[in-house]
């Protein structure tokens, strides 16, 4: 089954403490982002990755990093978490060609105490 | 990217049409016109997109006016589970800035 996977699905952290998201596909898709939500903002794009080794800062990258290793896996690591990054995390995939849309992961609810 | 404008919330009867409106006044010639909706907390799903052509699949269809400067998403039967909030995002696949901006939506109540 064709599917994008994140892990944990629920985590609950103290600030500081460094911490990381995975994201994995099963689609060989080239591009790969990283979005948060938060309420009243909408989703917001954090980081994208349009190949291996490739990656761009979103609108609101200030407190993540990620890396691209290989095509399938997408981490998004928190350094030293804070409270403001609290929110509700979603991966997606893409083949990133015209006609192509994402397809969006089931979400990573994050608390940072 | 061209932003979009979409009213805040709907309400549409169960068997009814839901037709869901976007503004992209500003939008690009090769930019694309998607829909995606999300259902309560869950990943946004992949509703249609569509350039300039109307289009439809086995979930909605999607008018684009002829000026492409708005669209509208139609929900031929909604049913309760169609209630969501609902994207229009306007947006190009090329070599650089691949920002796919979500805006607030609408949030679409299918009543009973």
């Known amino acids: 089954e064709a599917q994008v996977t994140q892990n944990p699905r629920y985590l609950i952290t103290v600030t500081g403490k460094k911490l990381t998201v995975t994201c994995s596909q099963n689609?060989?898709?080239?591009?790969m982002s990283w979005y948060r939500q938060d309420p009243g903002l909408g989703l917001r794009q954090i980081y994208y990755?349009?190949?291996?080794?490739?990656?761009d800062k979103g609108d609101v990258p200030e407190g993540y990093k990620v890396s691209r290793k290989e095509k399938r896996n997408f981490p998004l690591i928190l350094e030293s978490p804070s409270p403001n990054q609290t929110s509700l995390y979603f991966c997606?995939?893409?083949?990133?060609?015209?006609?192509?849309?994402?397809?969006f992961g089931p979400g990573t609810r994050l608390t940072v105490l | 990217d061209a932003k979009t404008t979409q009213p805040t919330s709907m309400d549409c009867a169960e068997g009814r049409a839901a037709n869901l409106p976007c503004n992209h006044s500003?939008?690009?010639?090769?930019?694309?016109v998607y829909w995606y909706r999300q259902i309560h907390s869950q990943g946004p799903q992949y509703i249609i997109h569509?350039?300039?052509n109307n289009e439809t699949n086995e979930m909605a269809s999607l008018i684009i006016t002829e000026d492409r400067k708005s669209s509208t998403l139609i929900l031929p039967h909604a049913t309760l589970r169609d209630t969501a909030v609902y994207y229009c995002?306007?947006?190009?696949?090329?070599?650089?800035?691949?920002?796919?901006?979500f805006g607030p939506g609408t949030r679409l109540s299918v009543l009973p």
């Open positions: 997606a995939s893409s083949w990133g060609r015209v006609t192509d849309t994402q397809y």
């Open positions: 689609m060989n898709h080239e591009y």
């Open positions: 990755s349009m190949n291996v080794e490739v990656t």
């Open positions: 500003t939008i690009s010639g090769n930019e694309y």
């Open positions: 569509g350039l300039k």
């Open positions: 995002i306007v947006f190009r696949w090329g070599n650089y800035g691949q920002n796919f901006v």
